[in-house]
């Protein structure tokens, strides 16, 4: 004899429709507008902090260079590193992820940096553009120490 029982039918994802203000906001052309407000930031303010050298010589893991990439709905902030002689081996320029801003809304973002466990910490969920700014504009946990 087979049962007819049925099984618990919980909702499944699958497309959603975005609104006109949500579907500009994720708009490439959107996007190119942060990521121009971030890297002017970036350049009047974190590269005069993180780039100096205060009268030393270049030494293994300095940042050289900040840039920012999209990868999706992430702007995430990259340092290029310096490599040098390590053990006894040349060791190339490498990069590290430092921050990441997401957008997850019309003016709404999540900022997270990037851990030493090789995970992404938010540190404000759901933010205006203007907060998740300032996490640019002054020394925290974005920037790359």
């Known amino acids: 004899m087979v049962s007819h029982t049925r099984r618990n039918e919980a909702p499944r994802g699958g497309w959603v429709r975005l609104s006109a203000a949500e579907a500009k906001a994720f708009s490439a052309e959107s996007k190119q507008a942060i990521k121009a407000r971030v890297d002017q930031i970036i350049e009047e303010q974190m590269k005069p902090e993180t780039l100096t050298r205060r009268g030393r010589r270049a030494a293994f893991g300095d940042v050289q260079e900040l840039y920012t990439k999209w990868h999706g709905d992430h702007l995430v902030l990259f340092a290029k590193r310096r490599g040098g002689r390590v053990a006894g081996r040349q060791v190339e320029d490498f990069e ?50």
């Open 96 to 145: 590290t992820k430092s921050g990441r801003l997401t957008i997850v809304g019309v003016d709404l973002f999540d900022v997270a940096y990037f851990r030493h466990t090789g995970r992404w910490w938010t540190i404000q969920s759901v933010c205006t553009q203007k907060t998740a700014l300032e996490y640019f504009r002054k020394p925290s946990p974005l920037w790359p120490w």
